[in-house]
C-alpha cells in the first residue's frame, strides 16, 4: 500500500463498515469450522495495523506479519500482541508451527500466491486450518486496487485450485459482500469513465475507503446492508457471487 495509507488504515480498521463487519463474520466463520477454537497458536500474516489480530485474539495467542516495514513500525507501536517484519513469501518459523494460520486480503498483493499458500501450508500444524480471503472478479478492477498494489483479483475456482496442490480438505468455501455487488460492480465500472477526482478527496490516496466518510448516513446504510448478509452466512448460506472470497481449509494429518 502506499506509505500514507497505513494510518488512515487504522482508524478505517476500526470504523469503516466494511473492515467492522467482515471481522465479525471472519470471527463466526473460524468458531464454526474451527474444533474448539480457543487456546490455539495463531499467524496473522500482513496485518496492516492490527486490527485482525485483535480480533483472532479471543482465539488463542496471536503472532503478527507485516511486510510494509513503516507500517510495521507503526503498528508494533499500537499492537498489545507481537508482531514481526516479514513475508508471507519467506515466514521465518519452523514447519508445522501454528494451529491456525490467517491472511486476510494478503495473497493477492503478492506475484507468486502459490509460494505464499505453500509457505502457509508449511508452517501450519497437521490438523490445524488455514483462513484465506481475497478480493474478486477482475471486472471489479480499479484505482482501488492499483493504490492498494494488487496483482490481481480472484474466482472462487483460482483460490481453491491454490489450495487442491497441497494434502488437505477444504471445508468451507463462499463469496461474500454479496448484497452490495450490484453496486458496487456499477460503482466500479462508472468510475472508469469519470474524472478520477469527482468523488476521491483531492488530498486523499485513491482507494475506495476515502469516499464515504465513517460518520456519514452512507456508512451506516452499507453497514446494516452487509450486516444482514452476516446473519445469512451465520446461517451457512453461501453466496455464488461477491466482492470477496473466503476459504477454510483443514491440513491433512502427515
Wanted: hydrophobic share 40%; glycine share 4%; charged share 20%.
Amino acid at each position: 500500500m502506499d506509505k500514507n495509507y497505513y494510518k488512515d488504515y487504522y482508524h478505517l480498521e476500526r470504523h469503516n463498515w466494511w473492515f467492522t463487519v467482515r471481522s465479525k463474520i471472519l470471527a463466526e466463520r473460524i468458531k464454526a469450522s474451527c474444533q474448539s477454537p480457543k487456546d490455539l497458536h495463531i499467524l496473522n500474516v500482513g496485518v496492516a495495523t492490527g486490527a485482525t489480530s485483535e480480533m483472532l485474539g479471543q482465539f488463542g495467542e496471536v503472532m503478527s506479519v507485516e511486510y510494509d516495514r513503516e507500517c510495521y513500525e507503526f503498528t508494533k507501536s499500537i499492537l498489545s500482541t507481537p508482531i514481526i517484519n516479514g513475508s508471507i513469501l519467506e515466514l521465518p518459523f519452523a514447519n508445522n508451527s501454528y494451529d491456525l494460520v490467517c491472511a486476510f486480503d494478503v495473497i493477492e498483493h503478492v506475484k507468486d500466491d502459490a509460494k505464499a499458500v505453500a509457505e502457509m501450508v508449511r508452517v501450519c500444524k497437521p490438523n490445524g486450518w488455514i483462513v484465506v480471503t481475497v478480493p474478486t472478479f477482475m471486472s471489479l478492477w480499479g484505482q482501488h486496487d492499483v493504490i492498494n498494489h494488487h496483482y490481481k483479483r480472484y474466482v472462487m475456482p483460482e483460490l481453491v485450485q491454490l489450495f487442491n496442490t497441497h494434502h488437505g480438505k477444504i471445508l468451507y468455501q463462499s463469496y461474500f459482500n454479496s448484497l452490495l455487488f450490484p453496486p458496487i460492480y456499477a460503482f466500479r465500472n462508472l468510475m472508469r469513465v469519470l474524472p478520477k477526482n469527482l468523488f476521491r478527496k483531492k488530498d486523499g490516496v485513491g482507494s475506495d475507503h476515502d469516499i464515504i466518510h465513517q460518520d456519514s448516513f452512507v456508512n451506516q446504510v452499507l453497514e446494516t446492508v452487509f450486516s444482514i448478509e452476516k446473519k445469512l452466512l451465520h446461517h451457512n448460506i453461501t453466496f455464488p457471487v461477491g466482492v470477496s472470497a473466503v476459504i477454510v481449509w483443514q491440513k491433512n494429518i502427515l
